[in-house]
């Protein structure tokens, strides 16, 4: 039984290594080669990681109410460029789903939402004119679509 603890306090002295190797504030690594120490830094990469999450950060969030048989709101303008969450709220009876397209987008759209539900919808959106509608059945000729614009930068 002895073996258990001296087991346990050396794992617990490599953890506190481990964490104490891993969380130096430099971002670097260091490389012997040939008895000469070369120090890498990894800030551009971390930089670089940053600002791609950054930007694909969605910039608003849209709720788009569906009932029978329409869109609430139907004309969306938006003022730039970027990722934006469409929200699709059905308060409707009846199942519903968010579509966008148009505008070199491909058709996206949300699951199927049954009443009371909603669904998310992220899409990154370049200058021009997008059509939104719900494609269950024939609920877009019945008057479930509208239009989202975004302006230039």
Not at 117 to 132: K, M
């Amino acid at each position: 039984m002895r073996f258990k603890p001296a087991v346990i306090g050396c794992s617990a002295c490599l953890l506190l290594l481990w964490g104490l190797t891993g969380c130096g504030g430099g971002g670097g690594e260091e490389t012997t080669t040939g008895g000469q120490t070369t120090t890498s830094t990894t800030s551009a990469t971390t930089a670089s990681t940053e600002a791609k999450t950054a930007a694909e950060s969605p910039i608003a969030t849209i709720q788009v109410n569906e009932t029978e048989m329409s869109l609430d709101p139907s004309e969306i303008t938006l003022d730039r460029p970027g990722t934006y969450v469409f929200r699709a709220v059905n308060t409707g009876n009846v199942v519903h789903a968010l579509r966008i397209e148009g505008n070199g987008i491909e058709e996206q759209s949300t699951r199927n939402i049954g009443p009371g539900e909603s669904a998310d919808l992220q899409v990154s959106l370049t200058p021009g004119t997008y059509e939104i509608d719900c494609p269950v059945d024939n609920h877009e000729d019945q008057g479930m679509r509208g239009t989202v614009t975004v302006r230039g930068s």
